[in-house]
Each structure stands twice: as C-alpha cells, then as structure tokens.
C-alpha cells in the first residue's frame, strides 16, 4: 500500500537558518503530494501542495517539490522564524480520491 | 476551500461510555473523512462518510467500534463506543485537503 517515511525529529534550529525536512513515498500511480502544519494547541492547516512531477507548491515561504525519479517531495525554508515553530506532516493522496496517508510528522522548533 | 466545524471541540470521558462527535461543512460535499490522531502520533485515517451509503472503514477500525452516520451532504456524526483509555485521541473531520478543529478527547 501506499506510505510516507518522514524525516525524523525533533528538529532545533536557530532564527535565520535553513530549513529542509525529508519526505519520500512509496505509492503505485501518480498521488498528489502535500505537507501540512500544526501550530501548537491549533488544528492542521495546508501548507503546500502539488499534484504531478516537477511541480513545485509555495507557501509562506516554505517550497517542496515533487521529484518522481527521486520519490521525494521534501520541505524547504530559507530562513526560519520562531513563529514556524510547529509539527509538520508529509501526506499523499492517490488515484484521484481524497483519502490522505500521512507522515510521522516532524516537530520543528525554532529558537531566538 | 470548505469551512468545517466540529462539536464538542474537547471532552472528558469516563470508560464504557460512548461519545457522539459532530461535523459540519459550510457546503455539500460527497465525501466526509474521519481521522484519529493519538497522543503525538500521526493522523490515520478510520473510515469515508458517503452519503446515502453505509460508511467504509479502514483496516483496523470497525463499524461496531466507530458508528458513523451521515444523514446529509453537510453533516456527520462519528461515535466513539465503548470508551477505553486507549480511544484518547484527538479525532477529526475531513472534506478533501481541508480538515476541521478536530475533537480532543480524554477517556479516563
């Protein structure tokens, strides 16, 4: 079946610095890739999406794009603010339905 | 996108209880998504809400357990059963990409 392995955490990183969390999926077919956000005590809100290879989704600053040969669709900031601070979680959705298989999330934490 | 809301937002439960949680979406949808996340696990999906047709359960979850019901295109309802410590979670509702608030319950 279809899965997402995410970069394990948690990840520390100071105010200003690079960001990058892995994410790579196994699934048959074509699946529309997305990460998502979860501020702390707050619900879960699309971040970024892209549904076919070479895409690339934007958002906030955040980018990630969509690499068939490579199965991967990894996060990335150039320069991170406390305010990021958050779980983060890669998920995949397949054959055109809306059932989403997510990631183990990342729990990102960003210090002054 | 649509605009969802859930009831009640959090509960505190005692075992062998059932509790009923709702979910309203602010346009008609065909296909309603209930979620479980455990404590700072990752979200798994439980089962589809069609409406007009009994609800398909993933593997692991059943109907006994997590009745659902879906009476119309912008509601539904999901029953958590037979409460135990294990059943806390925070369980939310989805319509495509966008998710609700979600409903954290605690099973004492």
């Known amino acids: 079946g279809d899965s997402v392995t995410q970069m394990e955490g948690p990840v520390t990183l100071s105010e200003e610095a690079f960001l990058t969390i892995n994410c790579t999926y196994t699934?048959?077919?074509?699946?529309?890739l997305f990460w998502y956000v979860q501020y702390p005590g707050e619900g879960l809100q699309l971040l970024l999406k892209?549904?076919?290879?070479?895409d690339k989704g934007s958002n906030k600053g955040f980018e990630a794009t969509y690499r068939k040969e490579t199965t991967s669709f990894h996060l990335e900031k150039g320069s991170v603010q406390v305010s990021d601070s958050a779980v983060y979680f890669c998920?995949?959705?397949?054959?055109?339905?809306?059932?989403?298989?997510f990631g183990t999330g990342t729990r990102l934490t960003i210090i002054p | 996108s649509a605009v969802i809301s859930q009831k009640p937002s959090r509960d505190i439960c005692q075992r062998g209880t059932s509790l009923t949680i709702q979910c309203q979406v602010d346009?008609?949808?065909?296909?309603m998504f209930w979620y479980r996340q455990q404590p700072g696990q990752s979200l798994t999906l439980i089962a589809t809400?069609?409406?007009?047709?009994?609800?398909?359960?993933e593997s692991g979850f059943v109907i006994d357990k997590f009745p659902i019901s879906r009476p119309n295109l912008t509601f539904s309802t999901l029953t958590v059963s037979n409460m135990s410590p294990e059943d806390s979670s925070i369980y939310l509702c989805?319509?495509?990409?966008?998710f609700g608030p979600g409903t954290r319950l605690t099973v004492l």
């Open positions: 998920a995949l959705a397949n054959f055109g339905n809306e059932k989403l298989t």
């Open positions: 809400a069609n409406q007009g047709s009994e609800a398909t359960y």
């Open positions: 892209a549904t076919k290879a070479d």
């Open positions: 699934a048959t077919g074509y699946p529309s």
């Open positions: 346009s008609q949808v065909t296909m």
């Open positions: 989805s319509v495509g990409t966008s």
